[in-house]
């Protein structure tokens, strides 16, 4: 019999490990909720009419098309399973896939329910996604998403708050992390006053890449884009701005003082500054101008949150967009969104050793027990821990005692409440402290108090 498997770039989650992510996704929910965020839910599949043509040709490639149901070859001629077009053929029998993000389908969301939700719409959204990707070390082909966004509002307060945001699920997780932050208008200004406004996304991916290959590199990269030595000259000065968040915006000022766009977005940052010290931000934030992160999606403010005490990439990211649901014929609503990567953040508290002792999924207390009479006796005490919230497990086989306290050992439940006929006959149980191994008497009472 062949040995089952799942398909590469997948992963089964034991119960100790959907602990562990169930604390992550709680913890972010919860400050979500704190800014007025509600959840919602899209399908799994989408149209594939809905997702393609958004990610361009190397995101179509990578979307997951599913066949349609039943005879799916019945309308495709002879003539073009000959032809092996397969562009073509995945249209004829396919007309669904598995969703690659959770924003375009966000998108098709708003446009769709426009007339009942409200405006400005404050969204967020955890659920898995799929890309039909090569498997590798921290990248899968099956991978939640934590976004949230707020549509249908130009007031950079939404910025600060997504700041907020980061700032509390960071501390609580007790993660330290840069919050880097950077303008699409910034970067267009640089563009325009070098003389190279339409080379915009080759300079921004080159310089995006800065930390990672260093400055001969990106200046090879932006030159092998036909951008003259003059316009990389001019940038290099752009890339070595230093000093505070105030004393780069004072030297870009400056710098691009003939740009519209680009005075546009450094007065932006400097209102986005002027607001984090009205509400005493703990976390760095760091204006950098080499932060680009897909550019010809975003329109302003940009976003990147980096763990200081661990090698990874991104842990978060995001930034505001002008013109998110215009691909579905709904002009002109901006948003500003961001996304924690919740496989990331995983791996950091796991390299870090953060999570919590105490796991609130975990079993709190067994009942270990000899006879039919003493699980029967044992029902109604479970059922009175239940309900004060105490996770209770009563073993169910007529096991020999060291199976049953081998079960809780494996289990790592905390507590076991030994019952017996002399704890029947004084209606009591005996419970033992599985880490200390100290016993004692116990009534009702005396459980709950020390369970709670």
């Given amino acids: ?142 991978f939640y998403q934590c976004d949230v966004d707020v549509v249908g509002s130009d007031s950079l307060i939404n910025e600060l708050e997504l700041i907020q945001i980061v700032d509390e699920v960071y501390r609580r997780l007790g993660i330290r992390v840069c919050l880097k932050i950077n303008n699409r208008k910034i970067l267009s200004g640089i563009a325009e006053i070098i003389g190279e406004a339409d080379k915009i996304v080759d300079i921004t991916v080159a310089i995006d890449k800065l930390d990672k290959i260093g400055l001969d590199k990106v200046n090879e990269e932006i030159a092998s884009k036909g951008i003259s030595q003059d316009a990389i000259e001019k940038l290099q000065p752009i890339l070595h701005l230093n000093g505070t968040n105030r004393e780069k915006l004072a030297q870009l000022k400056e710098i691009l003082a003939a740009s519209e766009v680009g005075m546009k977005g450094v007065e932006e940052m400097e209102i986005i500054f002027d607001l984090c010290d009205k509400v005493a931000i703990t976390t760095p934030v760091e204006l950098d101008l080499t932060l680009a992160r897909g550019l010809n999606y975003y329109t302003g403010a940009i976003f990147e949150v980096k763990a200081l005490d661990v090698q990874i990439g991104s842990i978060t990211g995001g930034g505001r967009y002008d013109n998110l649901t215009g691909v579905f014929g709904m002009e002109g609503v901006s948003g500003v969104g961001i996304s924690f990567g919740a496989d990331r953040i995983y791996d950091v508290l796991n390299q870090l050793n953060l999570y919590p002792q105490a796991n609130k999924e975990q079993t709190q207390l067994l009942f270990v027990c000899f006879g039919k009479e003493e699980q029967n ?41 030994i019952v017996g006929e002399t704890e029947m006959a004084n209606q009591q149980v005996m419970l033992k402290n599985m880490t200390t191994g100290e016993q004692k008497l116990v009534n009702l009472d005396e459980l709950k108090a020390c369970m709670l």
């Avoid at 989408?46 to 990578?62: A, H, I, P, R, V």
């Avoid at 001629?77 to 092996?84: G, N």
């Avoid at 404050?122 to 921290?138: C, L, N, S, T």
């Fill in 1 to 142: 019999m062949q040995k089952p498997s799942i398909p590469k770039g997948t992963r089964d989650f034991t119960p100790e490990e959907m602990a562990k992510r169930n604390y992550i996704f709680d913890t972010i929910k919860s400050v979500f909720r704190l800014y007025g965020y509600q959840q919602i839910e899209t399908p799994a599949m989408e149209n594939l009419s809905t997702l393609m043509g958004k990610y361009g040709d190397e995101g179509d490639k990578l979307l997951f098309k599913i066949l349609n149901s039943g005879d799916f070859m019945a309308g495709v001629s002879d003539e073009d399973l000959s032809a092996r077009n397969s562009v073509k053929l995945t249209k004829e029998f396919s007309e669904k896939g598995l969703r690659y993000d959770l924003t375009v389908p966000f998108a098709r969301f708003v446009v769709q329910n426009r007339d009942k939700i409200t405006f400005p719409f404050k969204r967020y959204q955890i659920q898995p996604v799929w890309r039909a990707d090569r498997p590798q070390k921290g990248r899968y082909r099956e």
């Fill in 377 to 417: 006796y044992s029902l109604p005490w479970a059922l009175a821990l239940r309900k004060e919230g105490v996770n209770v497990e009563i073993y169910p086989e007529l096991a020999k005692m060291k199976k049953q306290m081998g079960y809780a050992d494996s289990k790592h439940i905390p507590f076991v409440a």
